[in-house]
């Protein structure tokens, strides 16, 4: 069974940063991208950014490209999302979430990935 867990979110304020954390377990993820995804209330859940297990491909949504970088630690299995030059309207849950690289559709759509974390709140005071 997979899980996936993350960490680090608070509260800081605007212009600060903050890096969160994905603790994936319950199988072997080179087979997976890894992705980070956020909810604001009254909004939809929205693409963060996303990372495959092998190799350095990487993928970001245009509202977080030069301020988020996604990486990770196999030895670890770890993902994380630091964040830098925070606004306040990067206030959200912060989910991570895992798909297998085979599976087909856009890592921008939630459709395309089987695994969620619970989720970590970020809020970014102005």
């Known amino acids: 069974q997979v899980q996936l867990v993350e960490s680090g979110g608070g509260l800081v304020q605007a212009a600060g940063s903050l890096r969160l954390s994905c603790a994936a377990s319950?199988?072997?993820?080179?087979?997976?991208?890894m992705g980070w995804f956020r909810q604001a209330p009254g909004k939809e859940r929205e693409f963060v950014a996303a990372?495959?297990?092998?190799?350095?491909?990487?993928y970001y949504a245009d509202s977080v490209k030069g301020r988020f970088t996604i990486s990770r630690d196999n030895a670890k299995n770890t993902v994380y999302l630091q964040m830098i030059s925070l606004k306040p309207e990067d206030t959200a849950v912060y989910y991570c979430a895992a798909t297998f690289v085979g599976v087909g559709g856009t890592y921008s759509s939630t459709m395309r990935w089987q695994y969620w974390g619970q989720g970590t709140q970020v809020t970014v005071s102005s």
């Open positions: 319950g199988r072997t993820f080179s087979s997976y991208v």
């Open positions: 990372i495959k297990w092998l190799g350095d491909s990487t």
